[in-house]
């Protein structure tokens, strides 16, 4: 069965500091592995995928994640945080490959402090 | 509209009552997809659509709960005598290509802002 685990519910780092976010899967198949991202009031947003390829991905705003397959994770990670990247942040592995049948993790909100 | 609209954005019933969740997708969107957030939680998926025919729906929760897509454009997620626990986010979002597992898509998935949906 594939599952998701995002470690830390909340996370905080000052203004200009890395960001980090962890995210592991466990799935019997290669995955398809997504981060979306979810502003108050707003739909969620992809930031960016793996599908097939490059290991590193690079999504918008800055963000990147690696799968590694040796470790089961995709972390999402950016160099320096801006005040705008305070969201809640979704680690999602596709169930069936080709569908957007997700596994969503269960979400880390980001505090970005001044 | 631009994105994917939903309606109402905010829904509070009584236990027993049926309630209509609309979701109108992007326009020329093949693919339709609903999702239930809990609080705390990620989204869960509940069902998808290709066009206008139902392709999984394995994610209802009991059959209480449908979906419909009758047109291949605006959905309708029914969630009939409604039960406390129904309380959660409904979300819904659409893309350009069809999905499955013998069509590979790796394509984008635009949500809209989501129903909150209330069960007193």
């Known amino acids: 069965a594939q599952s998701v685990t995002q470690l830390g519910s909340h996370v905080s780092v000052s203004e200009g500091a890395l960001v980090l976010l962890r995210c592991n899967y466990s799935?019997?198949?290669?995955?398809?592995l997504f981060w979306y991202v979810q502003y108050p009031n707003q739909g969620l947003q992809l930031l960016l995928k793996?599908?097939?390829?490059?290991?590193l991905v690079k999504g918008i705003n800055g963000f990147e994640a690696e799968f590694k397959k040796s470790e089961t994770s995709f972390h999402l990670t950016k160099p320096s945080a801006h005040m705008s990247d305070a969201a809640e942040y979704f680690c999602?592995?596709?169930?069936?490959?080709?569908?957007?049948?997700?596994?969503f993790g269960t979400g880390t909100r980001l505090k970005v402090l001044a | 509209g631009a994105g994917v609209s939903q309606s109402p954005r905010y829904k509070v019933t009584k236990r027993g009552q049926d309630v209509a969740l609309r979701c109108d997708p992007i326009?020329?969107?093949?693919?339709l997809y609903w999702y239930r957030q809990a609080l705390g939680q990620g989204p869960e998926f509940l069902t998808y659509?290709?066009?206008?025919?139902?392709?999984?729906k394995s994610g209802l929760p009991n059959d209480r709960f449908s979906a419909e897509r009758p047109e291949g454009s605006i959905s309708t997620l029914t969630i009939q005598r409604t039960e406390q626990r129904d309380s959660a986010m409904y979300r819904c979002?659409?893309?350009?290509?069809?999905?499955?597992?013998?069509?590979?898509?790796?394509?984008?998935?635009?949500f809209g802002e989501g129903s909150r949906l209330t069960v007193l």
């Open positions: 979002a659409s893309s350009l290509r069809a999905g499955g597992a013998l069509r590979p898509n790796t394509g984008e998935l635009f």
């Open positions: 793996y599908t097939t390829g490059a290991t």
């Open positions: 999602a592995v596709s169930l069936t490959s080709g569908t957007y049948k997700y596994i």
């Open positions: 659509f290709n066009y206008e025919a139902q392709q999984d």
């Open positions: 799935s019997s198949v290669p995955p398809y």
């Open positions: 326009s020329g969107h093949v693919s």
